[in-house]
């Protein structure tokens, strides 16, 4: 069953359920397995499925995704999650392996998804995994990089001039129309894809002998990766496995920073950063959901701007870090929060690195 969480309607799991509630907010599961009350012995061969008692999706199709590296970051006294080390170069492999497992249960035969160059790959790569169809909706200007890695699948690619947005537009209006009867596998609105995403969160916790960073900071467009992340550590805590929630951080892009804009009035920003060309996201699926997770952990939302992200993304790679831009604009946001005194100085911080250079 999937549940809004905005209005509380409620729709059974099939191939034919609604993308979205008729209300317009995001649907969830309703319902998800109770966790034991301390926790198993973790099997990891089973990569981010040894979770599975956590997530409401059963494991279908896996590459053995998962168990990033949690490694010292060199000059600022925090940890990275090395979350690019995955089968198609980003963290979306963690929600694309739960979506098309979701979709082998329901018996899917064919997915849609729209997608700047990463969740567009990922969606690719475990369909060919699990035999389904895809049909990757991507902007015409998508890094050819991204773009070879999801032609390389079979999948068919449709490339939409304009904006972000407009591809999301674009792929939205074929999904409601009659031009293709794919199932929207979308990292923004699919439940499923948010069930994978959590598990960064558990894995923290498991690297860090079950307690939870002060902070974790994490890129924000969608909020794919941060509200798989507040997920996962509140199911921790509900199940007693951590104590606390961390305050959780999103760094958007600046001129794209719909949530930071919430917060404060304005991104504080007129400059526009298009290096981060993986969160250029102006109207977030899950906006409401976002702005209640930051309230609800005591974080934040900011924007930074190119040069800065420019600058940290060069400094990542000579530390032999070789992330694609967008993820720059985290560690360059956690420099601004110590600035600012909004993380204090010896406070325990974890920073998620999102993307592989390889594909940049
Ligand atoms: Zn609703």
């Keep these: 069953m999937y549940r809004c969480s905005s209005c509380g309607r409620s729709y059974t799991e099939s191939a034919d359920s609604p993308w979205r509630c008729a209300c317009g907010h995001a649907l969830d599961f309703a319902e998800r397995p109770t966790p034991p009350a301390t926790p198993p012995e973790l099997d990891r061969d089973a990569g981010l499925w040894a979770f599975e008692e956590l997530l409401a999706v059963d494991r279908q199709v896996t590459l053995g995704e998962g168990w990033t590296p949690l490694v010292e970051a060199p000059d600022r006294d925090a940890e990275y999650k090395l979350d690019w080390l995955f089968p198609t170069g980003s963290f979306k492999d963690r929600g694309a392996t739960a979506t098309i497992s979701q979709a082998l249960e329901l018996g899917v035969d064919r997915v849609v998804e729209d997608s700047s160059g990463n969740a567009g790959a990922a969606i690719a790569t475990y369909a060919a995994r699990a035999g389904i169809d895809a049909e990757i909706f991507v902007p015409a200007s998508a890094k050819p990089g991204k773009l070879r890695a999801i032609e390389r699948t079979g999948a068919t690619v449709r490339k939409i001039e304009g904006s972000r947005q407009d591809v999301t ?45 002060d902070v974790l900071v994490t890129p924000l467009g969608h909020g ?35 949530i930071a804009a919430a917060r404060h009035g304005s991104d504080r920003s007129t400059e526009k950063n298009d290096l981060a060309d993986g969160i250029q996201i102006q109207k977030p699926a899950r906006r409401e959901q976002l702005l209640t997770a930051i309230e609800q952990t005591g974080g934040d939302a900011i924007a930074v701007g190119a040069d800065r ?52």
């Excluded at 325990?348 to 594909?359: E, N």
């Design 169 to 213: 537009d674009a792929c939205i209006a074929a999904v409601e129309g009659d031009e293709t009867d794919a199932w929207y596998a979308s990292h923004a609105w699919n439940p499923a894809f948010f069930e994978g995403t959590a598990t960064m969160a558990c894995e923290i916790g498991a690297q860090r002998g079950w307690t939870a960073p």
């Design 224 to 258: 794919t990766l941060f509200l798989g992340a507040s997920r996962g550590f509140s199911r921790l805590k509900e199940a007693g496995w951590i104590e606390e929630m961390p305050r959780l951080y999103g760094i958007q892009a600046a001129g794209s920073a719909p």
């Design 309 to 360: 992200t420019e600058e940290v993304y060069d400094q990542l790679h000579r530390q032999g870090l070789y992330t694609e831009p967008t993820c720059a604009v985290a560690p360059a946001g956690l420099d601004v929060l110590r600035d600012r005194g909004e993380i204090a100085p010896g406070e325990d911080v974890v920073v998620a690195l999102t993307g592989s250079g390889l594909k940049t």
